[in-house]
Structures are given as structure tokens and as C-alpha cells.
């Protein structure tokens, strides 16, 4: 008995939404694709604050998110540097170690209790090699998330800080109510201090 056909109703649906939103972001699904994906992977929902990737491990899970929010991080030196976040109808894993086959430089958290879509790297190939439009919406996921890369290291270059965090908060507007500040001001590449200032110039934290 293929998979979806044991999910409950609500579960179906709220995967189907989110393969429709993912289909307006980056690439549209046929309809025999999706019902290939929903039969292929698995719904969980993953607790705040649990590590699904840690340093040096080998990751050949990808996450996408129905409900939540997680970070990718470094610790380099004891020093807490968040590098990404994902959040609804994104995609989140250890980049490096997913399509490198390499040990992850990164950890990968969930800042939120969330409900996610876990796919192997053995589905994604899978349904990359039988449907061209799954390539190309992992093309097209993979392009944006290392453009977002590039564009936080150019913008740690040569913005100001607080250039930087109304930058955040354009893209983001409910960040500070779901993300810890402490993880915002490691991605923007100052302190917890500074961004105190930048938020409330005469309030402290």
C-alpha cells in the first residue's frame, strides 16, 4: 500500500498546499510528481530546540517546512554563527553534506516545534532522474538558497549594521518573534549589544 494512502486527510491536504505554494516559489509539479513526492517521504514534526544535524556528521536528509522555522549554524571557537534560517515552504539541510556526500560543516537546529516534510537524498535523485520539473525546482532551490548566501556575506561587507537588520526585517518581518535575537545578531554579523542599540537606542535588552 503506497504511503499517502495511510495519511489522514488533514496531513494529505496540508502537503499538497505546501507543494502548491513551493510550485509558485520556484518550479510547478505535475500532479503524477506529487503524488510520486507524497508517496516517498515522510511527515514529522521535530521539537524545539533538537539538532537534526550536528558538525561533522554525514546528512542525507532534506527538510521542508509545513509549519516552523530552523537555523543552519557554525560553532567556530565556542562562537554561536547562524548562517541561514528557513521557514514555512522552505527547504532546510546541511547543504554540504547532503549533496557533497561530505561531513557537515554546519548544524542544523529547529528554533520552533515544526512540522516538516523529511525527504532522502535517494528520493530527490530518484524523482530528479523520472521528472524534469522536480530537477528543476531543486535546481532553482538550490541556486536561491546560495544566493542568499552570497548576499548575507556582501551585505555584512559593505552595509552598515543597521542597513543590514531593516534588510532582515524586509524580508522577515516577524523574525524577532520567532527567532532568539542572539541568533539574528550572529547572522547579521554583530553583537547582541549592537542590535540592542539598533532596535531601541534607549532601551537595553
Request: a positive charge; charged letters at 25%.
Amino acid at each position: 500500500m503506497p504511503y499517502y494512502a495511510v495519511l489522514c486527510n488533514e496531513t494529505i491536504n496540508r502537503m499538497k498546499k505546501t507543494l502548491h505554494k513551493i510550485g509558485e516559489i520556484y518550479a510547478p509539479l505535475s500532479i503524477e510528481c506529487q503524488q510520486e513526492f507524497i508517496a516517498n517521504v515522510t511527515v514529522r514534526t521535530i521539537k524545539k530546540g533538537e539538532i537534526v544535524v550536528r558538525e561533522g556528521q554525514f546528512s542525507d536528509r532534506a527538510y521542508l517546512i509545513i509549519q516552523g522555522c530552523s537555523r543552519a549554524y557554525y560553532l567556530k571557537k565556542g562562537k554561536d554563527i547562524s548562517d541561514w534560517f528557513a521557514f514555512e515552504n522552505e527547504f532546510m539541510c546541511s547543504i554540504v553534506s547532503f549533496f557533497s556526500e561530505e561531513p557537515s560543516p554546519h548544524y542544523v537546529e529547529f528554533v520552533e516545534e515544526s512540522i516538516v516534510i523529511e525527504i532522502s537524498r535517494d528520493t530527490i535523485n530518484k524523482l530528479s532522474n523520472q521528472y524534469h520539473d522536480f530537477e528543476r525546482l531543486i535546481s532553482k532551490v538550490v541556486t536561491k538558497t546560495m544566493l542568499g548566501l552570497r548576499e548575507r556575506i556582501s551585505s555584512i561587507l559593505f552595509n552598515k549594521a543597521e542597513e543590514r537588520y531593516r534588510q532582515l526585517l524586509k524580508i522577515r518581518p516577524d523574525i524577532t518573534n520567532r527567532v532568539p535575537l542572539m541568533h539574528i545578531a550572529s547572522y547579521l554579523g554583530i553583537t547582541l549589544e549592537t542590535l540592542s542599540r539598533i532596535r531601541s537606542p534607549k532601551k537595553r535588552i
